[in-house]
Protein backbone atom coordinates (compact mmCIF):
# COMPACT_ATOMS: atom_id res chain seq x y z
CA UNK A 1 0.00 0.00 0.00
CA UNK A 2 1.27 3.43 -0.62
CA UNK A 3 0.94 6.23 1.54
CA UNK A 4 0.34 9.64 0.11
CA UNK A 5 0.46 12.95 1.58
CA UNK A 6 -0.21 15.53 -1.10
CA UNK A 7 -2.94 15.66 -3.65
CA UNK A 8 -0.97 16.20 -6.90
CA UNK A 9 0.87 12.72 -6.26
CA UNK A 10 -2.49 11.13 -5.49
CA UNK A 11 -3.66 12.66 -8.51
CA UNK A 12 -0.71 10.97 -10.50
CA UNK A 13 -1.18 7.39 -8.93
CA UNK A 14 -4.70 7.47 -9.57
CA UNK A 15 -4.17 8.88 -13.19
CA UNK A 16 -1.98 5.90 -14.34
CA UNK A 17 -4.55 3.61 -12.89
CA UNK A 18 -7.24 4.75 -14.25
CA UNK A 19 -4.98 4.82 -17.81
CA UNK A 20 -4.34 1.20 -17.26
CA UNK A 21 -8.36 1.10 -17.62
CA UNK A 22 -8.84 -0.25 -13.87
CA UNK A 23 -12.14 1.08 -11.54
CA UNK A 24 -11.34 2.71 -8.88
CA UNK A 25 -13.46 2.83 -5.16
CA UNK A 26 -12.82 5.39 -2.58
CA UNK A 27 -13.53 5.33 1.16
CA UNK A 28 -12.95 8.83 2.74
CA UNK A 29 -12.37 8.69 6.73
CA UNK A 30 -11.50 10.31 9.47
CA UNK A 31 -8.99 7.32 10.84
CA UNK A 32 -9.16 6.17 14.48
CA UNK A 33 -10.10 3.01 11.86
CA UNK A 34 -12.51 0.00 13.63
CA UNK A 35 -13.68 -2.98 11.82
CA UNK A 36 -17.09 -0.65 10.07
CA UNK A 37 -14.25 1.04 8.05
CA UNK A 38 -12.31 -2.19 7.32
CA UNK A 39 -15.46 -3.39 6.24
CA UNK A 40 -16.21 -0.64 4.01
CA UNK A 41 -12.68 -1.13 2.25
CA UNK A 42 -13.31 -5.31 1.58
CA UNK A 43 -16.79 -4.32 0.30
CA UNK A 44 -14.77 -1.19 -2.24
CA UNK A 45 -12.14 -4.15 -2.81
CA UNK A 46 -15.25 -6.62 -4.15
CA UNK A 47 -16.45 -3.75 -6.72
CA UNK A 48 -13.12 -2.37 -7.95
CA UNK A 49 -10.02 -2.84 -9.06
CA UNK A 50 -8.23 -0.20 -6.54
CA UNK A 51 -9.25 1.07 -3.41
CA UNK A 52 -7.89 4.50 -2.23
CA UNK A 53 -8.61 5.34 1.32
CA UNK A 54 -8.37 8.83 2.91
CA UNK A 55 -7.57 9.83 6.60
CA UNK A 56 -8.52 13.55 7.32
CA UNK A 57 -9.49 14.70 10.33
CA UNK A 58 -11.68 17.89 8.69
CA UNK A 59 -11.78 20.69 11.46
CA UNK A 60 -14.46 22.20 8.72
CA UNK A 61 -17.18 19.65 10.20
CA UNK A 62 -16.65 20.09 14.31
CA UNK A 63 -18.02 23.04 16.26
CA UNK A 64 -16.65 24.85 18.34
CA UNK A 65 -17.50 23.20 20.90
CA UNK A 66 -16.84 19.71 19.48
CA UNK A 67 -13.76 17.42 19.98
CA UNK A 68 -11.75 18.32 17.22
CA UNK A 69 -8.38 18.41 19.04
CA UNK A 70 -9.14 15.65 20.77
CA UNK A 71 -10.38 13.35 18.19
CA UNK A 72 -7.98 10.58 18.10
CA UNK A 73 -4.69 10.44 15.92
CA UNK A 74 -3.34 6.38 15.29
CA UNK A 75 -2.12 7.11 11.73
CA UNK A 76 0.42 4.21 12.05
CA UNK A 77 -2.13 1.55 13.46
CA UNK A 78 -4.61 2.40 10.75
CA UNK A 79 -1.98 2.10 8.08
CA UNK A 80 -1.09 -1.45 9.42
CA UNK A 81 -4.75 -2.14 9.60
CA UNK A 82 -5.45 -1.11 5.54
CA UNK A 83 -2.50 -2.98 4.59
CA UNK A 84 -3.76 -6.18 6.11
CA UNK A 85 -7.16 -5.73 3.72
CA UNK A 86 -4.77 -4.83 0.73
CA UNK A 87 -6.02 -1.56 0.38
CA UNK A 88 -4.09 0.45 -2.67
CA UNK A 89 -3.62 3.76 -1.45
CA UNK A 90 -4.20 5.82 1.66
CA UNK A 91 -4.44 9.67 1.09
CA UNK A 92 -3.51 11.30 3.93
CA UNK A 93 -3.08 14.93 3.59
CA UNK A 94 -2.32 17.57 6.25
CA UNK A 95 -4.82 20.18 6.96
CA UNK A 96 -2.82 22.78 4.61
CA UNK A 97 -2.97 20.56 1.70
CA UNK A 98 -6.50 20.47 2.26
CA UNK A 99 -7.42 24.38 3.02
CA UNK A 100 -4.14 26.20 1.59
CA UNK A 101 -5.83 29.40 3.05
CA UNK A 102 -7.71 28.50 5.72
CA UNK A 103 -10.77 26.25 6.42
CA UNK A 104 -12.89 29.25 7.74
CA UNK A 105 -11.96 30.86 4.31
CA UNK A 106 -12.75 28.38 2.03
CA UNK A 107 -15.31 27.61 -0.63
CA UNK A 108 -18.06 26.06 1.54
CA UNK A 109 -20.89 23.33 -0.27
CA UNK A 110 -24.20 23.43 1.29
CA UNK A 111 -26.64 20.64 0.98
CA UNK A 112 -29.97 21.90 1.73
CA UNK A 113 -33.03 19.86 3.01
CA UNK A 114 -31.45 16.90 3.68
CA UNK A 115 -28.61 18.48 6.07
CA UNK A 116 -31.30 20.41 7.91
CA UNK A 117 -32.62 18.71 11.30
CA UNK A 118 -31.62 15.73 13.01
CA UNK A 119 -28.18 16.38 13.92
CA UNK A 120 -28.03 19.34 11.82
CA UNK A 121 -29.78 21.28 14.07
CA UNK A 122 -27.50 20.27 17.11
CA UNK A 123 -24.61 20.59 15.02
CA UNK A 124 -25.08 23.70 12.63
CA UNK A 125 -22.28 24.06 10.01
CA UNK A 126 -21.76 19.96 10.45
CA UNK A 127 -23.18 18.99 7.25
CA UNK A 128 -21.04 21.76 5.49
CA UNK A 129 -18.22 20.67 6.29
CA UNK A 130 -18.67 17.33 5.28
CA UNK A 131 -20.20 17.78 2.39
CA UNK A 132 -17.29 20.58 1.16
CA UNK A 133 -14.18 17.74 2.23
CA UNK A 134 -16.26 15.13 0.63
CA UNK A 135 -16.50 17.22 -2.85
CA UNK A 136 -12.86 18.08 -2.43
CA UNK A 137 -11.69 14.44 -1.64
CA UNK A 138 -13.53 13.51 -4.43
CA UNK A 139 -12.73 16.01 -7.24
CA UNK A 140 -8.67 14.80 -6.08
CA UNK A 141 -9.27 11.20 -6.17
CA UNK A 142 -11.95 11.06 -8.85
CA UNK A 143 -13.32 7.77 -8.06
CA UNK A 144 -16.06 5.35 -10.22
CA UNK A 145 -16.97 4.22 -6.52
CA UNK A 146 -17.79 5.46 -2.80
CA UNK A 147 -18.58 3.54 -0.21
CA UNK A 148 -20.20 5.34 3.24
CA UNK A 149 -21.39 3.24 6.38
CA UNK A 150 -25.30 3.62 6.90
CA UNK A 151 -24.56 4.19 10.98
CA UNK A 152 -24.41 7.92 9.77
CA UNK A 153 -27.33 8.00 8.19
CA UNK A 154 -27.90 11.89 7.59
CA UNK A 155 -24.38 11.78 5.96
CA UNK A 156 -25.08 9.15 3.19
CA UNK A 157 -28.05 11.10 2.16
CA UNK A 158 -26.22 14.53 2.12
CA UNK A 159 -23.72 13.05 -0.20
CA UNK A 160 -26.38 11.45 -2.12
CA UNK A 161 -28.19 14.43 -2.75
CA UNK A 162 -24.97 16.39 -3.51
CA UNK A 163 -23.70 13.80 -6.03
CA UNK A 164 -27.06 13.98 -7.86
CA UNK A 165 -27.49 17.75 -7.78
CA UNK A 166 -23.82 18.77 -8.64
CA UNK A 167 -23.70 15.68 -11.15
CA UNK A 168 -20.58 13.80 -9.81
CA UNK A 169 -20.32 10.50 -12.17
CA UNK A 170 -19.72 8.90 -8.96
CA UNK A 171 -22.22 5.92 -7.96
CA UNK A 172 -22.39 5.90 -3.66
CA UNK A 173 -22.94 2.62 -2.08
CA UNK A 174 -24.02 2.49 1.15
CA UNK A 175 -23.17 -0.09 3.34
CA UNK A 176 -24.84 -2.27 6.60
CA UNK A 177 -23.65 -0.77 9.75
CA UNK A 178 -21.40 -3.15 11.53
CA UNK A 179 -22.19 -3.78 14.87
CA UNK A 180 -20.83 -5.20 18.55
CA UNK A 181 -22.19 -8.59 19.30
CA UNK A 182 -24.39 -6.89 21.90
CA UNK A 183 -25.84 -4.90 19.10
CA UNK A 184 -23.82 -1.57 19.66
CA UNK A 185 -23.09 0.41 16.58
CA UNK A 186 -18.82 0.26 15.73
CA UNK A 187 -17.87 4.28 15.85
CA UNK A 188 -14.82 5.88 17.12
CA UNK A 189 -16.83 7.69 19.98
CA UNK A 190 -17.73 4.33 21.55
CA UNK A 191 -13.74 4.34 23.27
CA UNK A 192 -14.87 7.83 24.75
CA UNK A 193 -17.00 5.35 27.17
CA UNK A 194 -16.75 4.42 30.24
CA UNK A 195 -17.26 0.78 31.27
CA UNK A 196 -20.83 1.55 33.12
CA UNK A 197 -21.45 3.74 29.78
CA UNK A 198 -20.37 1.18 27.93
CA UNK A 199 -23.10 -1.61 29.10
CA UNK A 200 -25.58 0.29 28.84
CA UNK A 201 -24.85 1.94 25.40
CA UNK A 202 -26.75 -0.95 23.66
CA UNK A 203 -30.04 -0.10 24.59
CA UNK A 204 -30.03 2.40 21.60
CA UNK A 205 -29.89 -0.07 19.11
CA UNK A 206 -33.04 -2.45 21.51
CA UNK A 207 -34.70 0.74 21.25
CA UNK A 208 -34.84 1.06 17.66
CA UNK A 209 -35.39 -2.61 17.40
CA UNK A 210 -38.77 -2.01 19.71
CA UNK A 211 -40.23 1.06 17.79
CA UNK A 212 -39.88 -0.97 14.85
CA UNK A 213 -41.53 -3.41 16.18
CA UNK A 214 -44.46 -1.40 17.43
CA UNK A 215 -44.79 -0.37 13.51
CA UNK A 216 -44.73 -3.17 12.03
CA UNK A 217 -47.84 -4.75 14.70
CA UNK A 218 -49.49 -1.43 13.23
CA UNK A 219 -49.10 1.34 15.11
CA UNK A 220 -49.10 4.63 13.33
CA UNK A 221 -49.17 7.51 15.73
CA UNK A 222 -45.47 8.13 15.00
CA UNK A 223 -44.80 10.92 17.10
CA UNK A 224 -46.03 9.22 20.49
CA UNK A 225 -44.08 6.52 19.22
CA UNK A 226 -41.23 8.90 19.43
CA UNK A 227 -41.81 10.50 22.30
CA UNK A 228 -42.21 6.92 23.82
CA UNK A 229 -39.21 5.50 22.78
CA UNK A 230 -37.12 8.94 24.37
CA UNK A 231 -39.00 8.63 27.68
CA UNK A 232 -37.22 4.85 28.33
CA UNK A 233 -33.89 5.93 26.70
CA UNK A 234 -34.09 8.67 29.62
CA UNK A 235 -35.03 6.65 32.14
CA UNK A 236 -32.08 4.15 31.18
CA UNK A 237 -29.60 7.16 31.73
CA UNK A 238 -29.09 8.42 28.17
CA UNK A 239 -30.02 12.42 27.20
CA UNK A 240 -32.08 11.53 24.07
CA UNK A 241 -31.80 14.26 21.58
CA UNK A 242 -33.93 12.93 19.48
CA UNK A 243 -35.61 9.77 18.50
CA UNK A 244 -37.27 10.59 14.38
CA UNK A 245 -39.81 8.16 12.59
CA UNK A 246 -38.29 9.53 8.81
CA UNK A 247 -38.94 9.15 5.09
CA UNK A 248 -35.94 7.14 4.31
CA UNK A 249 -34.59 9.48 1.42
CA UNK A 250 -35.99 13.51 2.37
CA UNK A 251 -35.89 12.63 6.22
CA UNK A 252 -38.60 14.32 6.86
CA UNK A 253 -40.98 13.31 9.44
CA UNK A 254 -42.73 10.20 8.43
CA UNK A 255 -46.15 10.26 7.33
CA UNK A 256 -49.19 7.46 7.55
CA UNK A 257 -48.73 6.29 3.71
CA UNK A 258 -44.92 6.61 3.79
CA UNK A 259 -43.57 3.24 3.24
CA UNK A 260 -39.34 3.54 3.16
CA UNK A 261 -38.78 4.18 6.68
CA UNK A 262 -35.70 5.48 8.89
CA UNK A 263 -35.66 5.16 12.35
CA UNK A 264 -33.43 7.40 13.60
CA UNK A 265 -31.66 8.24 17.08
CA UNK A 266 -29.33 10.51 18.72
CA UNK A 267 -28.57 10.40 22.55
CA UNK A 268 -25.78 11.57 24.79
CA UNK A 269 -24.42 9.14 27.56
CA UNK A 270 -22.35 10.88 30.25
CA UNK A 271 -20.29 13.65 27.49
CA UNK A 272 -20.23 11.02 24.87
CA UNK A 273 -23.11 11.60 21.48
CA UNK A 274 -23.75 8.58 20.17
CA UNK A 275 -26.18 7.67 17.00
CA UNK A 276 -28.16 5.18 15.50
CA UNK A 277 -30.77 4.23 12.79
CA UNK A 278 -32.62 1.27 11.70
CA UNK A 279 -34.20 0.86 8.48
CA UNK A 280 -37.78 -0.07 8.22
CA UNK A 281 -39.93 -1.17 5.01
CA UNK A 282 -43.58 -0.90 5.27
CA UNK A 283 -43.86 -2.39 1.35
CA UNK A 284 -46.43 -5.09 0.63
Known sequence: MRTLNTIAATRQQVAAWRHA???IAFVPTMGNLHEGHIHLVTEAKRVADRVVCSIFVNPMQFGPNEDFERYPRTLADDSTKLEQVNSDLLFAPPVEE???SGYKVATQVVVPGVSEGLCGSSRPGHFTGVATVVAKLFNIVQPDIALFGEKDYQQLQVIHHMVADL???IE???VSTVREADGLAMSSRNGYLSVAERSTAPAIY????????RIQSGARDFRAIENDAAAELARQ???PEY????HAD???PAGIGDKALRILVAARLGKTRLIDNLALSLLE
Open 21 to 23: GER
Open 98 to 100: IYP
Open 167 to 169: SFP
Open 172 to 174: IIG
Open 206 to 213: RELQKVAG
Open 237 to 239: GFD
Open 243 to 246: VTIA
Open 250 to 252: TLK
